[in-house]
């Protein structure tokens, strides 16, 4: 991993995850059935913890280069605080949803998998990437899951930035009381 500044102090001041979604939040495959239909795989993980950051005070963004009524189904269901699709400039849609949100880009902490996700990875406070992205996005990024794409890697990215804030009890206290 190549560091970008001292980013390791960043990660305390992160209140906002945004993730890619092929690629991160699945698997990256596209299914489409002889009709025509597509089908993707969500891991139930990322979008629990997901939810339970959001518990506890964080609030979630998707950035997706490829518009998909799939997807806009799932961030419905997960409740999530933005959503952007089609967006190919992904760096541009970081800024103004950090602007909607009243959030500057450095409280980000966010996660892509592939080129297009480098413009978002360079502006945001804490970059991520998932265990089985090309290695010129690794170089990037200041964390890499140990998990692949749609696999639990959001799960773990989000699980790492709250536990390094020390913010792990006060979520898990959302479930245990």
Known sequence: MTQ????????GNITLF????DGVLTDGGIYV??????????????????RAAQKVGYRIGIISARPAR??????????????????HDKASALRRMCDQLDVEPAQTAFMGDDLFDLP????SG????????????????EYVTRQPGGHGAVREAIEHVIKAQGRWEELIGQYVG
């Open 18 to 21: 945004v993730f890619d979604v």
């Open 126 to 141: 804490y970059p991520v990437t998932v265990a089985d992205a090309p290695q010129d996005v690794k170089q990037f990024a």
């Open 70 to 87: 799939l997807t806009a189904l799932r961030m419905t269901d997960l409740k999530v605080d933005a959503f952007v699709q089609g967006e």
């Open 33 to 50: 059935d002889d009709t025509g239909n597509e089908f993707k795989k969500f891991h139930v993980r990322d979008g629990m913890m997901m």
């Open 4 to 11: 970008i500044g001292n980013r390791n102090s960043a990660i």
């Open 120 to 123: 978002a990875l360079r502006i």
